[in-house]
């Protein structure tokens, strides 16, 4: 990270509302697979699965802006910039799969970029956000759980 560039050491409230909001189709949709008649389980899965894919390429992609920060030339570590694009490939590869295991893999997507961002971001001084990643990853994954056995359910 340049010196010159202030941080912030902490996501401002606006910010947590943000993501807290962002967890809302995770919950609406898991919630779904318990409407009987309502709609479709496999509709249900692939509107969540696909919400899935975006967060995951989302979450890849905040590498690329981290990194871009820096100079282009000063960064000689190419694994951030290829974690960037990986959440997404991988999220695309687990859409092929079929539901409830497309689900299953999501939820074990989710906490790999949580992990891979825990190493990462004391990097970047940016620690204090991982407790917000942390609540975020964890009723996203629960909700893709609840959803995959859901999705043999009533």
Request: proline share 8%; net charge positive; with cysteine.
């Amino acid at each position: 990270m340049n010196q010159n560039e202030p941080y912030s050491s902490a996501p401002p409230a606006w910010v947590n509302a943000l993501g807290y909001a962002g967890l809302i189709p995770f919950v609406a949709l898991s919630t779904a697979f318990f409407w009987p008649n309502y709609v479709s389980h496999a509709f249900i899965s692939y509107a969540l699965s696909s919400y899935a894919v975006a967060i995951i390429s989302f979450l890849g992609a905040i590498h690329w802006g981290l990194e871009m920060r820096e100079s282009p030339t000063a960064t000689t570590n190419p694994a951030p910039w290829i974690w960037g694009i990986t959440p997404s490939l991988l999220a695309w590869v687990v859409t092929l799969l079929t539901p409830p295991f497309n689900l299953l893999f999501m939820a074990v997507l989710l906490w790999l970029c949580y992990r891979v961002d825990q190493k990462r971001y004391p990097n970047y001084k940016l620690e204090s956000w991982l407790p917000m990643r942390f609540r975020l990853t964890l009723v996203a994954s629960i909700s893709c759980l609840v959803s995959s056995v859901g999705f043999y359910s009533t």
